[in-house]
């Protein structure tokens, strides 16, 4: 059951312009939902968060949608660098059973910007 | 550089045998996280520790087993070993258990099981 979904396995933008990744989840559960950036042969890095409570959350470059009634949300580059080029994972945290916080990542989205 | 620290990087072995796996989380702390990444796939969440207790499991299969010890450091141990376990295997590490908290990955080890 993957609660997390991120349908586009990859993404081509042109240097300058805007890349949006999206990102879809079913628990209704989930309070916090979380990008993380990933180079090939390195760890994943944190990008930005956001609570269930916000609709927006914006950091530089980065900004996180989220549409709750949708069970969407979205991170937006502006503008787009060829630095950017990674794989960026969509992650929802929720508390488990026990009471404690489950973070459950989707796929990953492969973004590439073209200089 | 995340601060998490695995060892070993790569490591290959043959189907049935046992591994051990180790992670340092970043100073100060005291949630680590194990997650499977598979060719191709997003990350599995594994299983969860925090101040050497079990907080959370997720798929985590029962020839695998973790632990985290008073310094904090943790292992992933995983045994009689299938070809479909080799993968990246990441540690994270976090400050605290509120879901908010971001996690800092180490490096990953790849373990290639022949």
């Known amino acids: 059951d993957q609660q997390v979904k991120q349908n586009s396995p990859s993404l081509s933008v042109q240097e300058g312009r805007i890349s949006i990744l999206n990102c879809d989840y079913t628990n209704s559960m989930f309070d916090y939902f979380l990008w993380y950036k990933k180079y090939p042969a390195e760890g994943p890095t944190f990008l930005i968060s956001?609570?269930?409570?916000?609709d927006k959350n914006e950091d530089g470059r980065f900004t996180v949608f989220l549409n709750k009634s949708a069970k969407h949300l979205s991170l937006h580059i502006v503008p787009s660098q060829p630095g950017d080029s990674a794989v960026y994972f969509c992650a929802a945290s929720g508390a488990n059973s026990g009471g404690y916080q489950k973070v459950t990542f989707g796929t990953g989205t492969k973004l590439q910007v073209i200089p | 550089d995340s601060g998490v620290t695995q060892t070993p990087k790569h490591l290959i072995t043959a189907t049935g045998q046992r591994v051990t796996l180790r992670c340092s989380p970043r100073?100060?702390?005291?949630?680590v996280y194990w997650y499977q990444q598979s060719l191709d796939q997003g990350l599995q969440f594994l299983i969860q520790?925090?101040?050497?207790?079990?907080?959370a499991k997720g798929n985590i299969l029962e020839r695998f087993s973790a632990q985290q010890f008073p310094d904090l450091h943790s292992e992933l141990n995983l045994s009689s070993l299938e070809l479909g376990d080799s993968a990246l295997y990441f540690c994270?590490?976090?400050?605290?258990?509120?879901?908010?908290?971001?996690?800092?990955f180490g490096p990953g080890t790849r373990l290639t099981v022949t």
């Open positions: 520790y925090y101040n050497g207790e079990e907080r």
């Open positions: 994270a590490s976090s400050v605290s258990l509120t879901g908010g908290s971001e996690q800092y």
């Open positions: 100073s100060g702390d005291l949630s």
């Open positions: 956001i609570s269930s409570i916000k």
